[in-house]
């Protein structure tokens, strides 16, 4: 820990020398975190700024930024080699696989961590905040968490570990951050729990997940009342209520036969953000990650960063009511793009696939494609491709049981993408790509080749 807050160090002080910043950070939950960190610490430091938001980087947008100070935040680290070919000069704060060294470079992979789950963009971003404002940093830790929830850290045990254990300590301890252990489905906050059940998929819940039906019956089985007066939602329910929820899970999980290790995923840690109010998407780390998600998605990260500073500095009402009518929109393009993908999904060897063409938004396709899983096969990662403007985009998900059979998503894309001339990345649970249009049957062919090869080598 001592190296890693050494070069955060090291990176504010290069930034304290400068009038201006140009911030370019990536377009998800994440990036939007990093990227409000940034300004935020900035802005307290006195130093002007500027903020750009990427879908990816290339040579060309590198070379763009090659007369400015540039604030990397959440990408950076896949471009090091154009990065000193166009002698920019630049922080980075990632957690994405390097593609080399960088002296200004703050990446938890430097360290001998796992940028997947052991930091991720946004706290790397906070850790340079830190020595930026020394005395007035504390509430980003909200947005670091925020972040490292959205890019799915807590994915593979069921809670943030790592470096992330870090910031979690220091936002207990300045009383921003509850951690609780609870059912770790999304909606507690917000949803009618028929509807939490029912959109749940990690774990996949048989004759509950996907089903309404099935999930009014469970809680009807229960004699948990669905409404008081509205809709109840999962935190009005007593504690007994929950225990015999999250007792029914299990039993039905153990009743189909599933390993100990996948019922485990219905509980574990969450975090709620004590100084939001409750009720709302910006109580709840998970939801709070999805509403930024869904400005992103639809080119309006502008309003996501804005929701993220209003936690800050007081709530912005208008940019919070935007944010949630494009989380309705979201919802709904959600549940129209699952119809076309489970429609064209097809098994191929050791993968399975859909081609969206233009049916769904390629700023979604990789959400639709990890929620398949509601009826696809388990055993294998997903890939799904959709037209965008620069070709066509490739998005693979998998479950936490195929990473630990030795799926690494990440390395799979990377090799398949030489293959066919495209460029991605990302991580061993979820990876994207740009390949060129009329390659996808190569594409697929190689990356079936490599995951073959990644779940074989394994005993």
């Not at 696989?97 to 052991?118: K, M």
């Not at 009720?279 to 502008?302: H, I, P, Q, V, W």
Request: glycine fraction near 8%; hydrophobic fraction near 40%; proline fraction near 2%.
């Amino acid at each position: 820990m001592k190296e890693i807050l050494k070069r955060a160090r090291e990176l504010a002080d290069k930034i304290k020398k400068r009038e201006y910043v140009k911030i370019v950070t990536h377009i998800d939950a994440d990036g939007i975190t990093s990227g409000a960190i940034a300004f935020e610490s900035l802005r307290r430091a006195g130093i002007d700024c500027e903020i750009k938001f990427v879908k990816n980087l290339d040579s060309k947008k590198i070379e763009e930024l090659s007369n400015e100070f540039v604030w990397f935040t959440d990408l950076g680290s896949g471009c090091i080699k154009d990065i000193v070919r166009f002698k920019l000069d630049c922080v980075i704060t990632d957690h994405h696989i390097p593609e080399g060294y960088y002296r200004y470079q703050l990446n938890p992979h430097d360290f001998g961590y796992d940028g997947s789950y052991d930091l991720s963009g946004s706290g790397a971003t906070y850790l340079v905040a830190k020595f930026l404002n020394p005395m007035n940093h504390v509430d980003l830790i909200q947005l670091a968490i925020v972040g490292a929830i959205g890019d799915l850290q807590d994915s593979k045990n069921c809670k943030l570990v790592g470096l992330n254990k870090f910031l979690i300590e220091e936002g207990v301890k300045h009383g921003f951050l509850k951690v609780e252990k609870d059912l770790r489905f999304f909606g507690k906050q917000t949803r009618p729990v028929f509807k939490m059940l029912e959109y749940n998929f990690d774990p996949y819940i048989p004759g509950v997940s996907g089903s309404e039906r099935g999930s009014i019956e469970l809680l009807r089985r229960l004699g948990i009342p669905l409404k008081d007066e509205d809709w109840r939602r999962w935190i009005d329910l007593s504690r007994g209520e929950k225990r015999a929820v999250v007792s029914e899970l299990v039993r039905i999980c153990m009743k189909h036969g599933y390993p100990l290790s996948y019922i485990k995923r219905i509980v574990g840690e969450c975090y709620i953000l004590t100084k939001q109010v409750e009720g709302t998407e910006l109580r709840d780390a998970m939801e709070f990650s999805t509403l930024l998600n869904a400005t992103a998605r639809y080119s309006k990260a502008d309003i996501g960063l804005r929701v993220c500073l209003g936690i800050l500095n007081g709530c912005d009402e208008w940019a919070f009511k935007k944010a949630r009518k494009l989380l309705q929109q979201h919802r709904k393009n959600l549940s129209e793009g699952i119809k076309i993908a489970l429609d064209r999904l097809r098994e191929f060897k050791s993968v399975q696939f859909f081609h969206a063409r233009d049916d769904i938004l390629d700023t979604i396709v990789g959400i639709v494609a990890g929620m398949c899983y509601c009826k696809a096969n388990l055993d294998k990662p997903i890939v799904a491709f959709a037209n965008c403007d620069e070709g066509v985009k490739v998005s693979a998900r998998a479950t936490q049981r195929l990473v630990e059979k030795g799926l690494n998503l990440a390395k799979a894309i990377e090799i398949a993408c030489r293959k066919v001339g495209g460029h991605g990345g990302g991580h061993k649970i979820a990876a994207g790509a740009i390949i060129p249009k009329g390659k996808e049957w190569e594409f697929l062919e190689e990356f079936n080749r490599v995951v073959e090869g990644q779940i074989k080598a394994q005993p």
